[in-house]
């Protein structure tokens, strides 16, 4: 088979330079106010940004961490997680999901996926449940809310705490609520690539419930909340100063970058549920953070997809109990089939708020090309 050959620019999976190309005036001058005040650890807009990010999540806490893996990490050792605990936790997902987990020493216990939308399936999730099991983490993958109506039943029948992994779904919408107030607490990424993204590494942690608000701000700050009186003992995770401030100016665009994105999303699904390929369901309060179809001969279709060109990637290759660092939860190939199938098909296209329309009908012409040589071959 030999790949269409390239023409004119490479699409990329994401464009960062094209936003700070659009933004870079009141960036710079807002890490330019911070340089000045030179009040770079948990300063004046690591606190306005927690409050400007609660508003936003509708929840009356928010505390800024250091990344992602460190919100989930955080919250499982604000609820008292440890050693001998077990959190349920989906097949599928980016590895820190479970990492956050076993920080702590807990044990991360793995639930199948949904096949329409590969998030956690609340009807597998009860046959996961022992006496030692302590929390669930949803992830709302890709942008998409995972059921939370029966997560927090099954939940509250087993007096269990939720933490959603919002990592991907800033504004996402669950029956009008916004992702990070749907369970006890939502934990937050602002790596760059994502919907809300620093320039750096970042995260959050929301909840209603003031007493975990208080523990994270304390295992945050090297478990203390009053300087060389250490409660426990933390971290070293405080949100940086200088990218609160550059996430308190993109805070402003998040939903218009998500209705941008989600139109790029409805556009892809036209043109491409005709031409063989399985795209998501619409989804009410998705917000896209990628754009992701299964195709069969995925391998194939990637290559020849990057050979024209095109940034596609793959989200993710490997189920949770397929890594290397989780060999020792003794889980078999076959054990997760659904997160296996999202791993051998799934491919993401470009996706970003200032994708133009002429690059998207070259993703989608390449998509076409890639999926009917995959198929004509013998
Ligand atoms: C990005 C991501 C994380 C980890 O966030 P970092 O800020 O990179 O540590 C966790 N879970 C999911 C689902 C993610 O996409």
Not at 11 to 28: A, E, T
Not at 208 to 215: F, K, L
Not at 268 to 285: K, N
Not at 345 to 366: K, N, Q, T, V, W
Request: with cysteine.
């Amino acid at each position: 088979m030999t790949a269409p050959q390239q023409t004119g620019k490479t699409i990329p999976l994401v464009d960062l330079k094209v936003q700070y190309h659009n933004l870079g005036s009141p960036i710079d001058a807002a890490i330019s106010r911070v340089l000045q005040r030179c009040d770079f650890i948990l300063g004046k807009d690591v606190r306005l940004f927690e409050t400007e990010f609660a508003a936003y999540c509708e929840v009356p806490h928010a505390v800024g961490v250091g990344s992602g893996t460190d919100a989930l990490h955080l919250a499982c050792r604000a609820l008292g997680i440890g050693p001998g605990d077990e959190v349920i936790v989906p097949a599928m997902t980016f590895a820190s999901t479970a990492f956050g987990v076993s920080l702590t020493g807990a044990w991360p216990v793995l639930v199948d996926v949904r096949s329409e939308d590969a998030l956690i399936d609340p009807a597998r999730i009860e046959d996961a449940i022992s006496s030692r099991t302590r929390a669930i983490i949803p992830v709302h993958l890709y942008g998409r809310c995972a059921d939370m109506d029966a997560i927090q039943s099954i939940a509250s029948r087993h007096g269990l705490a939720v933490i959603e992994d919002a990592a991907q779904a800033h504004g996402a919408t669950w029956q009008g609520r916004r992702a990070g107030g749907l369970g006890d607490i939502g934990c937050f990424s602002f790596y760059p690539g994502k919907n809300l993204g620093a320039y750096g590494d970042g995260g959050m942690v929301t909840t209603r419930r003031s007493d975990i608000a208080q523990r994270v701000a304390m295992l945050r700050n090297c478990g203390s909340l009053q300087k060389y009186h250490h409660d426990d003992i933390g971290l070293n995770s405080r949100l940086d100063t200088v990218q609160a401030a550059i996430l308190r100016v993109k805070l402003k665009f998040l939903d218009e970058w998500n209705g941008e994105r989600r139109r790029r999303a409805m556009y892809y699904t036209r043109a491409l549920e005709s031409a063989g390929c399985q795209c998501m369901p619409a989804g009410e309060g998705s917000v896209w953070h990628l754009y992701v179809v299964r195709v069969r001969g995925r391998d194939r279709v990637l290559s020849s997809l990057q050979a024209q060109g095109i940034g596609a990637g793959i989200h993710y290759p490997f189920a949770i109990h397929e890594l290397k660092a989780y060999r020792a939860l003794g889980y078999g190939t076959g054990e997760f089939p659904v997160a296996e199938q999202w791993a051998r098909r799934s491919l993401s296209l470009p996706l970003y708020p200032e994708l133009s329309h002429d690059d998207m009908d070259r993703c989608i012409a390449a998509l076409k090309t890639a999926v009917a040589q995959v198929e004509d071959a013998p």
